[in-house]
């Protein structure tokens, strides 16, 4: 049976949003008490998910004990973040409680079978797509772009909500959370598939949108169907971070392009060679993309990522040279030589940089950033202090290698943001410069 594809709860609430409203049982220590409680997201002060219920016994310890909720047999581990006590008529306890862990589960096993799973995107931006259809509610119509992208025999789709656009406005007037997209994942001719493999796919979809947007976006609250359209698996998460618009290579006028880049980007992350590493530089990356949390860190952990590709690429994935090779080669020339490779350009684009390059006799971008990291790093450097007026567009070109080198290792020729530029069109993008070597 086909479900209908679109938010599983109602989103549009500001305050609380119910997830869930049932029994539950509630232990500490030896005691334990059957309740009906609910479960809730809220998104401010900060997004998080809270069990609330009352307590009639009043002999629960005041020792804070190690306690845990019990839904439909699955144990969830947590702690009470805030208790009241009503005497309205009888005794009462109103507990607030938060799962240790997140995700957590609140119904299905990982060896249950689904046909597909819902889930919500928060926080991402609005998709402009060619695939796109009108949907109408009572009041209006609204244009509804959708971006459905494969790998091997899995479809994912990604889809605007007709509040799409009233959630980014209210991002520009000071919300900090909202819906952006609902999303499925299913496979071909209805394949089914393990509650297992689901979670594992969505968790690399989050990594996907996440290094598209070059903030966090990982994905809210699945719910996976059986071939009936039951609800089979569910799972509960709050949005991990605010709304953000970093910059990226990812232009959201230009969605279409993420369908050439999913099944590489997929194909990455589970093979053998890439997936930690790559999960591993996407996250450096993404750390690195704020600077607001300080540049010269961030440009630490930009060189970091860079030379973590770096290695994965020259010696586990082409073998081009050894791993003792690798690691007596000058910092600079591990970076020429990928960079070299796959023919991501490694000249400077900032005056400023360009004048103090010339100044210090750097041969190029690789040089200029391992120097620029290395007075940072080495409190006995004797240039330490002296390129503070470089140290942005230092951290941004840092940040686009990054981009190209995971764009260019999938081979992705598509089009991209050029983050260096800082007066442009929205939308305005350009052919990545390694597909013109190919011409």
Not at 59 to 71: Q, S
Not at 168 to 181: C, D, I, K, V, Y
Not at 232 to 252: D, G, H, Q, T, V
Not at 396 to 409: D, G, K, M, R, T
Request: aromatic share 12%; net charge negative; with cysteine.
């Amino acid at each position: 049976m086909a479900v209908e594809f679109k938010p599983v709860y109602d989103f549009a609430l500001e305050q609380e949003i119910c997830l869930y409203q049932g029994d539950m049982i509630f232990h500490a220590e030896d005691n334990q008490e059957q309740v009906n409680g609910k479960i809730v997201l809220r998104l401010l002060p900060k997004p998080a998910t809270y069990f609330v219920f009352e307590l009639k016994n009043s002999n629960w310890p005041n020792n804070d004990p190690e306690t845990f909720v019990a839904i439909d047999g699955q144990k969830i581990s947590g702690f009470v973040v805030k208790n009241s006590i009503s005497l309205a008529g009888e005794f009462k306890t109103v507990i607030e409680w938060t799962a240790e862990l997140s995700p957590f589960t609140v119904k299905g096993a990982d060896s249950d079978q689904l046909s597909e799973v819902i889930f919500h995107v928060f926080n991402f931006g609005s998709l402009f797509t060619s695939n796109r259809f009108i949907e109408k509610d009572e009041k209006s119509s609204h244009r509804i772009d959708q971006l459905i992208c494969e790998y091997g025999d899995w479809i994912f789709e990604l889809k605007n909500l007709a509040t799409t656009s009233k959630t980014l406005e209210g991002f520009r007037n000071g919300a900090n959370s909202g819906l952006t997209q609902v999303a499925r994942i299913s496979k071909k001719d209805g394949k089914k598939f393990t509650v297992k493999e689901a979670k594992s796919f969505i968790k690399k979809i989050g990594f996907f949108l996440s290094f598209a947007k070059g903030h966090r976006c990982m994905v809210v609250c699945p719910v996976g169907f059986d071939a009936d359209g039951n609800q089979a698996w569910i799972e509960f998460n709050a949005p991990s971070e605010f709304y953000s618009k970093p910059l990226s290579w990812f232009s959201f006028d230009n969605a279409d392009y993420l369908r050439e880049l999913f099944p590489a980007f997929m194909e990455k992350l589970n093979s053998e060679v890439w997936q930690h590493s790559l999960a591993e530089a996407v996250s450096w990356y993404l750390n690195a993309n704020n600077p607001s949390k300080g540049t010269e860190p961030a440009i630490i952990l930009a060189q970091t990522a860079i030379e973590l590709l770096a290695y994965e690429y020259v010696v586990n994935d082409k073998k081009m040279i050894t791993g003792k090779g690798f690691k007596d080669l000058w910092a600079s020339d591990k970076f020429r030589l990928l960079l070299s490779t796959l023919s991501i350009p490694n000249q400077l684009e900032n005056s400023n940089l360009e004048q103090i390059a010339k100044s210090h006799k750097w041969l190029d971008l690789a040089h200029a950033v391992t120097e620029i990291r290395n007075s940072i790093v080495h409190p006995d450097h004797k240039k330490r202090g002296q390129f503070d007026e470089v140290l942005f567009p230092v951290w941004n070109h840092s940040l686009q290698l990054i981009e190209f080198i995971i764009l260019a290792i999938r081979d992705y020729k598509g089009v991209y943001h050029n983050r260096l530029i800082s007066v442009q069109w929205e939308g305005e993008v350009s052919s990545v410069p390694w597909s013109k070597t190919h011409e």
